[in-house]
Structures are given as C-alpha cells and as structure tokens.
C-alpha cells in the first residue's frame, strides 16, 4: 500500500484553545499515533504514562503518552498519541483511526468512513 498524508489538529484536552494542525502520515502499522514531542510540547500536554513500542527495525523503546483531542473531517475525539522523537515524522495511527471510524482507501489516497463491527466475547461471531 502506498503512503499518504492526512491533516489533524491536535489540541489540549483541558485547553481546546492550544492547538495545531499537523501533517501525519497515515499509517496502520503505528498502533498509536507518533507526534514529534517539541510540537506536543507547543500545545502544552503533559505527559500522562510510559508505553513500550516495537521499531520497524526490531528495538524496543519506552516513549511517554498523552491523550488530546484530535479533529479530522469535521468529527472531534479524544485519542492517545505517543511524544516522538524531535524530528521525527507525525505518524496518524491505528487507534486514532479507529477512534474516528475511519480507514485508509490506498488508490484514492483518503480516509473513508467505515461501520464498527461488534463480537460476541464468548463465539467471535457478530452480535
């Protein structure tokens, strides 16, 4: 699948006010959401807690998390991003897309919308 951007605000959760529009990479293969820690640092979020993460060239890092609110098409919620390094390329992940009901369309390059899907817990068919 090829590569596309797409463009989010990400804004403080306590401060709506601090905001920015970022230009991230959508990317399925991030479960979470990279921004560059100096622009999350620009809308002054705090870091919340530490999760771990598997790099593409097999290291493990530990990176801090935070939750802001995140507005794409219209639609505003709140998602977990980790602080990337400075520098680094904004990343929109698995979980935000998720979050937004959203999916990667690879030949038109946009995000489209698509229903959630609910299981039984105990046969893994659909409720």
């Given at each position: 699948m090829g ?19 970022v ?10 959401s ?15 807690f ?49 979050g ?12 489209v ?15």
């Open positions: 590569t596309f951007k797409e463009k989010i605000v990400l804004a403080n959760s306590e401060d709506a006010s601090l905001k920015m529009e230009d991230c990479i959508v990317d399925t293969g991030a479960t979470y990279w921004i560059p820690s100096d622009k999350l640092k620009k809308i002054q979020v705090e870091e919340m530490m999760r771990k993460f598997k790099l593409a060239d097999g290291r493990t890092v530990e990176r801090p998390m935070t939750e802001v609110l995140a507005t794409l098409k219209g639609m505003t919620i709140h998602t977990l991003v980790a602080f990337g390094d400075v520098g680094s390329e904004s990343l929109l992940g698995a979980f935000t897309l998720e937004f009901g959203l999916a990667p369309d690879p030949v038109n390059k946009t995000l919308p698509v229903p959630a899907l609910l299981l039984n817990a105990d046969t893994g068919r659909k409720i």
